[in-house]
T-cell receptor, first 116, second 113 residues
Framework: KAGVTQTPRYLIKTRGQQVTLSCSPI?????VSWYQQTPGQGLQFLFE???????NKGNFPGRFSGRQFSNSRSEMNVSTLELGDSALYLC???????????????FGPGTRLTVL | AQKITQTQPGMFVQEKEAVTLDCTYD???????LFWYKQPSSGEMIFLIY??????QNATEGRYSLNFQKARKSANLVISASQLGDSAMYFC??????????FGTGTRLLVSP
């Protein structure tokens, strides 16, 4: 079974631009979560989607948004990019994602975003 | 609030020896899951092992085992017979639901020949 895929793998943007990252979960997985990893802040949760609905959101500004499609694929968008948005963005999928029930998340290879 | 603490920024071990990576956690939720992930320099997070809060037995997956001490709120990862390919960052994480993982700061493991 294919793993989580993320596109693109690398991205270079300039301040003020916007960017869209894509994530395809493992087949059959319905929950998709996004994380930001930076040297200074470590791994931080962005948001989680299940059945096209955002169920949980981390402490990030409104410039960070996402969505999930009916086939469980997910996209995240960052508008008005800032230098501090340079990071590795990781997507993870889990099988069922029942509310209140911990479920193993499987990660994709990540998208490395550089903002100049 | 949930918190994961990894106090070892770096660890060294010789090939074929065992190594223990420390992890303590804090949560008031009775139901939670504890996870260990490996992150090589390529960046991908690789799932290693899972321990549920109600599990009576310590989890094992091949050369990986999780030393779960609930009363002490610790979930240490034990890697037996280390290999050169084990050199990577290792993250302990906790999930109390809604698929929001809280991560520790990680431990960089270096395996020497």
């Amino acid at each position: 079974k294919a793993g989580v895929t993320q596109t693109p793998r690398y991205l270079i943007k300039t301040r003020g631009q916007q960017v869209t990252l894509s994530c395809s979960p493992i087949s059959g997985h319905r929950s998709v979560s996004w994380y930001q990893q930076t040297p200074g802040q470590g791994l931080q949760f962005l948001f989680e989607y299940f059945s096209e609905t955002q169920r949980n959101k981390g402490n990030f500004p409104g410039r960070f948004s996402g969505r999930q499609f009916s086939n469980s694929r997910s996209e995240m968008n960052v508008s008005t990019l800032e230098l501090g948005d340079s990071a590795l963005y990781l997507c993870a999928s889990s099988l069922v994602g029942l509310a209140g029930a911990p479920d193993t998340q499987y990660f994709g290879p990540g998208t490395r975003l550089t903002v100049l | 609030a949930q918190k994961i603490t990894q106090t070892q920024p770096g660890m060294f071990v010789q090939e074929k020896e065992a190594v223990t990576l420390d992890c303590t956690y804090d949560t008031s939720d009775p139901s939670y899951g504890l996870f260990w992930y490996k992150q090589p320099s390529s960046g991908e997070m690789i799932f290693l092992i899972y321990q549920g809060s109600y599990d009576q037995q310590n989890a094992t997956e091949g050369r990986y085992s999780l030393n779960f001490q609930k009363a002490r709120k610790s979930a240490n990862l034990v890697i037996s017979a280390s290999q050169l390919g084990d050199s990577a960052m290792y993250f302990c994480a906790m999930n109390t639901g809604f698929q929001k993982l809280v991560f520790g700061t990680g431990t960089r493991l270096l395996v020497s020949p």
